[in-house]
């Protein structure tokens, strides 16, 4: 049970959540899932067709990185929740502040790679479950920090689990602006949800309108939303030396150890993929344009008609649904 009498002067570092090798890890992997999106979507908003093949490795690359970024921010969020009896509010939020990154990310990649999830429906309700388990952990995350801020303990040396039971007079309070800090944290949960309904509807559409521009924007909003838990995590975070508001009894968020190499290090993993399509080892299916003239730039006309109705097709899961309704066969 968590202890909500006597507060610490200090609460000790968590390398497992916060340290720089964690840290770090969530970081380059969205640096490279976003340049990586923004280079596919330039190639064919130009209808480039030279690089195909180049194409077909980023769109794998990316895929890889993607999968791990939400894998990750999924894993990261359950030891929160699981340790909330000892976790303080100040990893709490650097959590809290990962899985945002973690959302961004894979719905970048999703904006991308959405005609490669259309058809395979196996693909496709994967990315929607990972992105609704996504969404629940941070809307409980979200919600724990409001009550924290709403009691002025979110700055505190408690164990955040004291949100919900009376604490005494011991613990650090909260000497932000209470009330912006509400409003922004209500206005993040709002738009979480918000975005989860658009890329629900994204992902299962049949016909795919202004599909570029829907693209475009998507992918400014989602590098804008990571960029801003980029500079949030590295102004707070121990391990780069951010101004954190509680005292801090050692100093392990920035010590180089075995676990934070091996997050750095399982950056790596995806590239041999990478490795073993350049070797022929592995067969990646080409990239599909969206409906439109540009089709015929991305794929070229000759294999548009050795294989006219493949490339574009939405597969229905074999429960509900069919090609052009979503609900009826």
């Not at 490795?57 to 340790?83: E, F, H, P």
């Not at 391990?239 to 790596?268: I, K, T, Y």
């Not at 070797?279 to 991305?298: H, M, N, S």
């Amino acid at each position: 049970m968590a202890d909500c009498t006597n507060a610490p002067p200090a609460i000790s570092s968590d390398s497992g959540v916060a340290g720089i090798g964690v840290l770090l890890s969530f970081i380059i992997t969205a640096i490279i899932a976003l340049t990586i999106s923004a280079s596919l979507v330039f190639q064919e908003a130009r209808g480039r067709t030279s690089a195909q093949k180049h194409s077909v490795l980023r769109r794998k690359l990316l895929n890889a990185y993607s999968d791990q970024q939400i894998l990750t921010g999924i894993g990261i969020q359950s030891v929160g929740l699981g340790k909330m009896d000892s976790i303080a509010p100040y990893h709490f939020f650097i959590i809290w502040i990962l899985s945002l990154l973690s959302m961004a990310v894979h719905n970048a990649s999703l904006l991308v790679l959405v005609h490669d999830f259309r058809r395979d429906w196996v693909l496709r309700w994967l990315r929607q479950f990972l992105i609704f388990v996504n969404l629940v952990l941070s809307s409980l995350y979200g919600i724990y920090i409001l009550e924290a801020v709403k009691n002025g303990i979110n700055d505190s040396t408690f164990p955040i689990a004291c949100v919900w039971k009376e604490t005494d007079e011991t613990g650090q309070t909260s000497t932000g602006n209470r009330g912006l800090s509400i409003f922004g944290t209500i206005v993040v949960i709002a738009g979480n949800v918000v975005v989860f309904v658009l890329a629900t509807w994204y992902l299962h559409s049949r016909t795919q309108r202004f599909y570029k521009i829907i693209q475009i924007a998507g992918l400014l909003l989602m590098t804008f939303i990571s960029i801003g838990a980029i500079i949030r995590v590295s102004l707070l975070a121990d391990a780069f030396g951010g101004d954190h508001p509680v005292d801090l009894s050692d100093g392990g968020e920035r010590q180089w150890s075995f676990g934070q190499l091996l997050s750095v290090g399982m950056l790596l993993l995806p590239v041999v993929s990478i490795i073993e399509i350049l070797r022929g080892e592995i067969k990646c299916a080409p990239p599909v344009a969206d409906i439109g003239d540009d089709k015929t730039r991305l794929l070229g006309e000759n294999e548009l008609q050795s294989n006219p109705y493949d490339s574009a097709s939405f597969q229905p899961n074999p429960f509900f649904g069919s090609q052009t309704n979503l609900f009826k066969k």
